[in-house]
């Protein structure tokens, strides 16, 4: 049938496929291997070979493994580290070595020790010295500047030269070049600014005297982003819980606002428009900006006020009020701008109001045509420097000379404004003004001047985040009380640049200049002020010439002659000694008397070269003196 197979009789068979192909892989591990260690290696991977096949003595394969492993380290020798090693194992088996031999090349091995060590330092330190300079920011030189008005500019060159600038300047001492001052690297980082974020180099001059250099760059950065749509839920007509489902069904993705608000919703995306869903349509919302909650919030209406909006377009706070006021009381929303005025209406219409009255009047008149509000929202027309986002025209468009007269307007209509609150309102008497900028002349500057011309005082806007007003700017100083003002800003906030300040009036009556501060200066009252005032210097001294109605010398020579017959009246009886001193004093001023009347007996007929002489210098100076006493 076949051959039977004997299991006594084990026939010896040769290697297989798989160790034909490996081959040559022992002859190869001899040439890099000794003696000793082969054996080792070779009885190691025997031992782990019997335990992988024995099941009662696999828990010693991970020791084998780490032994094996440990021997294998230490065969992978340099050629170098080999006849070393062999060298050293032939003068130990030799003898050749002695004790003294020992200790000295000990000490040779300590001694290069000692130097391989010190080397290795070196290059560390070598090595250091290298990576701090080529990280340490320089100010490039004039060649550089050449080229980069030549070649064509590399953004994120300047962008990075902005930050390592930036890092420099608020680590100065450590990190700024030798022989280079910090006015050096502001006027590179201006540049840098202005060419990056493509700014005017006034508006650049502003933001950097107004932020932080740690902050600068991310109120810049925050400009270049435009802020989230929010809407205002109209209370009047729905709620806020279910104006939002609605708009969720419709494919609007939004979250409420914030803590700090009731009625806000911010919309992230929508595969509708926000500005034409039935909802707004209907009046159940508004958009708005998150910034024109603020005023309206501060100024806090309350139900069956009168109520004045001074600067009232589009109409946004003039609907919050109303739904504030839960459409009880007045509101008149005045504008100057009549074409504005027609989005008020269509929005009051479409929101449902129904207490509101529209006007059409110049703020800085309205006093003149009604008053005694409750309270009074100011949102004063600015410089846009807080909406950049909105408005990258403001970049460019801006200097100095727009800033001011802004000032000057906002000025006027912040006293108009303090003008028709009624201060002896019940429930009122408060005035919040607020701008759409973030420049100290339009903001702490305004309410400061205020706080000087009119009975009012700064109280807590009920505003709970935000950044405290300036107190101090540079050279000026504000009243300490500015500090209750808030400042919202962009990178911080995420909402548009704002200003908010609340303030309340305590008195009607409207404090007038102290008498001799007047803006109208006569020639009486400028020779009165020369005999009188001392801070005058020798201006107070001068006495004119020629002057027929002059009070100055005929008056003085009255007076004296009345004081000496009132003396003399009054001391007739006691006679009185005169000294020599008194008697010289008595003549020269006789003397001076006699002269001062010839030379105006003199110039009695000729008063025109008289008033010439006193009009040219002396006139000038007094009246300069008088308006800067007025000022201070």
């Not at 608000?261 to 009046?283: H, R």
């Not at 006021?325 to 509101?331: A, D, E, S, W, Y």
């Not at 701008?337 to 129904?354: D, Y």
């Not at 001068?542 to 002057?547: A, F, I, L, Q």
Request: hydrophobic share 35%; charged share 30%; aromatic share 8%.
């Amino acid at each position: 049938m076949g051959r039977k197979l004997d299991p006594t009789n084990k026939v010896k068979r040769g290697p297989g496929k798989k160790a034909k192909k490996q081959q040559g892989a022992e002859t190869e591990l001899v040439k890099f291997i000794d003696d000793g260690d082969y054996c080792a290696l070779y009885y190691f991977t025997l031992k782990i070979h019997t335990m992988v096949f024995n099941k009662k003595h696999f828990v010693f394969l991970t020791a084998s493994l780490w032994l094996v492993g440990k021997s294998i380290s230490c065969l992978f020798l340099l050629p170098i580290e080999r006849a070393a090693k062999k060298e050293k194992k032939l003068k130990e088996t030799m003898g050749l070595e002695s004790d003294d031999d020992d200790d000295d090349d000990d000490e040779d091995d300590d001694v290069e020790g000692e130097q391989k060590s010190d080397a290795d330092t070196d290059e560390e330190d070598t090595v250091q010295a290298n990576i701090d300079e080529m990280d340490r920011f320089r100010l490039p030189g004039a060649e550089e500047s050449e080229k980069e008005g030549v070649l064509p500019l590399d953004l994120k060159t300047i962008h990075q030269r902005i930050k390592d600038n930036i890092d420099v300047l608020c680590n100065f001492s450590t990190k700024r070049e030798e022989g280079k001052e910090r006015a050096e690297y502001i006027s590179l980082l201006k540049k840098d600014l202005c060419t990056y974020y493509s700014y005017n180099t006034f508006l650049i001059e502003k933001l950097i005297d107004l932020f932080p250099l740690s902050e600068l760059v991310d109120f810049l950065e925050a400009n270049e982003i435009q802020r989230p749509v929010t809407i205002r839920t109209n209370t009047l007509k729905t709620r806020r819980r279910d104006l939002a489902q609605a708009l969720i069904n419709r494919g609007v993705n939004l979250d409420p606002l914030g803590k700090w608000s009731k009625v806000g919703l911010v919309i992230y995306d929508s595969s509708v428009p926000v500005g034409a869903t039935p909802e707004y349509l209907s009046g159940q919302y508004m958009l708005q900006g998150a910034s024109s909650f603020l005023p309206v919030m501060a100024l806090s209406p309350q139900e069956g006020e009168l109520v004045l909006d001074m600067s009232s377009a589009p109409g946004g706070k003039t609907t919050y009020i109303a739904q504030l006021m839960r459409n009880t009381g007045v509101i008149v929303a005045n504008d100057a701008n009549a074409e504005r005025l027609k989005s008020v209406v269509g929005n009051i219409h479409r929101l449902g109001v129904t207490n509101t009255v529209v006007c059409n009047y110049d703020g800085r008149q309205f006093p003149k045509v009604m008053g005694g509000f409750d309270r009074v929202l100011l949102d004063a027309p600015c410089s846009g420097t807080g909406v950049i986002a909105k408005d990258p025209a403001v970049k460019t468009s801006k200097d100095d000379a727009d800033i001011h007269r802004s000032a000057h307007l906002q000025k006027e209509l912040i006293l108009s404004a303090i003008d028709s609150v009624n201060a002896e309102s019940p429930s009122g008497g408060y005035l919040v003004y607020c701008t759409c900028s973030i420049m100290v002349e339009e903001n702490e500057w305004v309410v400061d001047y205020a706080l000087k011309k009119r009975n009012v005082k700064l109280v807590p806007t009920g505003l709970d985040f935000g950044k405290e007003g300036f107190t101090r700017f540079k050279e000026r100083r504000f009243h300490p009380t500015l500090k209750l003002s808030r400042r919202f800003y962009p990178h911080s906030h995420n909402m548009d640049g704002f200003f908010v300040a609340k303030l309340k009036k305590f008195s009607n009556v409207i404090p007038t200049a102290p008498a001799g501060k007047g803006n109208t200066f006569s020639y009486k009252s400028i020779l009165t002020f020369t005999t009188i005032c001392p801070s005058a210097g020798k201006m107070a001294n001068v006495k004119p010439k020629g002057k027929k109605d002059s009070p100055a010398g005929p008056k003085k020579a009255k007076i004296a002659k009345m004081d000496g017959e009132t003396v003399k009246g009054a001391k007739a009886k006691k006679p009185t000694v005169k000294t020599a001193e008194e008697t010289k004093a008595s003549k020269a001023d006789k003397k001076d008397g006699s002269r001062f009347e010839k030379k105006q007996g003199k110039n009695r007929n000729t008063p025109m070269k008289a008033n010439k002489r006193l009009g040219k210098n002396k006139f000038r100076k007094l009246k300069n003196m008088l308006e800067k006493q007025e000022i201070d």
